[in-house]
């Protein structure tokens, strides 16, 4: 709301306005790097109009990790401005709703908002008639944002004026929408695969030949996905059982889960067949793309090839079998329904060896199957599966592989079987560059979000939000939760 004042006086009666600082244009605002900028030095700009110089700072806060807000103005009895405010966005508070009336409950809303008292006022001088930043408080009550996430805050969203040309030129052509939204997609992904080698020098490839030159195999990775995996490779999962291509070449993919619990992937390959020298050049090769490291523990389907080849690259990581494999082998290896909920029951359950152990001979007895050779490889394969022998063993949450299918019913989206292979390499990594823009988005999530608290023990529930990320924390809740109910429960009993 405007504000009306009788008089407002300049801050100097000279203000001597240095043409270095002077902002007239867009133009001007274009040349400057505001990434150099230091933020005692902003105060020293002056503007032609406000305008000019609330474009000027919401340049400087994507620069920061925020954006900025228009606030408050005052203007004269004659309806001429003289001063304007430009805030933070997450400047005051978000008013406390109550969330439960009667039997309708409505979904908490992050606070976003903290009081911050980061601004900018400008006020206008009346004799020059410019704009001068008469007062700058650049401290924030809160942590910025990464730079590379402001653009996903609603005030630093934009298009460039050639494709908003280029779509309205589509539209009147007759295509939807959805999918002009799809071909600027495409456009993107094409030129930044153009420029891939140029730009990304941490990109890894390597392929293998066989004796007539032919390609046999095509191992790569780009940058962001290495340094994916030197934070998040201590868990690989090792799928082969995707086919999407001209040539119908096994695709592999080597995937993990990062700190918002999502599937990402660190390398892709496509192999000829899934024989162990196949498999072990692989591994090789991953060795290599992410210097050295080896996981700690590996997911797979149980194929040979792959057992092999991982006992003889990775000796010291744990090889885990993929439960939803198991289950669906004990039904066709054995074929009764109770034996397998109780198969289920043995892998899954949480015992100690000694009570695995008996569990698992009562059930092979009692349905007298303890002479059936999948059972007794089974058994000995048990410190692959079990959970009574892989206690202790860090497996980010993973049981089976279906987190690798679902990856795969993404990867479905972006290439089919009509592609060469030069297609489905340039579509397979727009599938990469999609799974890692939800990355950022869920690291913008993270930052920008706060979760509502459920617990009266509030600054306990805090300390938990602030350690975990936003997903993880949404997993932790209902478990701390239920841990300080039970605690203020044997409290009130003792009382």
């Avoid at 002056?46 to 925020?66: C, L, P």
């Avoid at 050049?281 to 057992?307: E, R």
């Avoid at 990581?317 to 009764?336: D, E, F, M, P, V």
Wanted: hydrophobic residues 40%; glycine residues 6%.
């Amino acid at each position: 709301m405007d504000e009306k004042v009788t008089n407002v006086e300049p801050m100097f009666d000279d203000h001597g306005f240095d043409e270095g600082y002077n902002i007239d244009s867009l133009e001007d605002i274009v040349m400057i790097e505001f990434w150099n900028i230091r933020d005692e030095d902003v105060c020293h700009f002056h503007f032609s109009d406000a305008d000019i110089a609330f474009e000027f700072y919401n340049r400087y806060t994507r620069t920061r990790g925020f954006i900025a807000w228009k606030n408050r103005t005052r203007k004269s009895h004659a309806g001429v401005l003289k001063l304007k405010n430009f805030v933070c966005h997450r400047e005051g508070f978000r008013s406390q709703n109550n969330n439960d009336i009667g039997n309708f409950k409505k979904k908490p809303t992050p606070e976003t908002r903290c009081g911050c008292s980061a601004m900018m006022e400008i006020r206008l001088d009346g004799p020059s008639g410019r704009w001068f930043i008469s007062y700058f408080f650049y401290e924030h009550s809160h942590p910025l944002l990464d730079p590379r996430l402001t653009g996903l805050l609603r005030g630093h969203r934009f298009m460039s004026e050639a494709d908003i040309g280029h779509m309205i030129n589509m539209k009147k052509g007759g295509i939807s929408v959805g999918q002009i939204y799809q071909a600027l997609a495409n456009q993107a992904a094409l030129k930044y695969l153009q420029d891939r080698a140029i730009n990304d020098l941490s990109l890894y490839f390597n392929h293998h030949v066989d004796a007539d030159g032919t390609l046999r195999n095509l191992f790569w990775c780009d940058g962001l996905s290495r340094a994916d995996y030197s934070l998040f490779g201590d868990v690989l999962a090792f799928d082969a059982t995707y086919k999407r291509n001209k040539y119908m070449c096994p695709l592999v993919v080597f995937s993990g889960v990062n700190y918002h619990n999502q599937m990402i992937s660190f390398a892709a390959a496509l192999i000829c067949d899934k024989e162990k020298n196949t498999y072990r050049w692989l591994l090789q090769q991953m060795k290599v793309a992410m210097n050295g490291k080896a996981p700690v523990s590996v997911i797979t389907d149980g194929d040979l090839s792959m057992k092999f080849t991982i006992e003889k690259e990775f000796p010291n990581a744990h090889h885990r079998l993929c439960a939803w494999h198991l289950i669906r082998n004990a039904t066709s290896n054995i074929g009764k329904p109770h034996f397998t909920s109780m198969f289920k029951k043995c892998m899954l359950g949480n015992y100690e060896i000694d009570i695995f152990r008996q569990k698992w001979f009562e059930m092979v007895e009692g349905f007298g199957v303890e002479n059936k050779s999948w059972v007794l490889d089974m058994y000995k394969k048990r410190h692959s599966w079990a959970t009574a022998h892989i206690r202790g063993k860090f497996f980010a949450g993973f049981r089976t592989t279906s987190r690798c299918e679902g990856l795969n019913s993404i990867i479905a989206k972006y290439v089919n079987s009509r592609y060469n292979l030069v297609e489905f390499i340039q579509h397979f990594n727009r599938c990469v560059d999609h799974i890692q823009w939800k990355e950022v988005q869920a690291d913008h999530a993270s930052v920008n979000g706060r979760p509502s608290m459920q617990m009266c023990f509030q600054q306990l529930e805090r300390s938990a939000a602030n350690v975990c990320t936003l997903s993880i924390f949404y997993m932790f809740q209902p478990i701390l939760v239920r841990a300080a109910s039970m605690k203020f429960a044997s409290w009130c009993m003792k009382i």
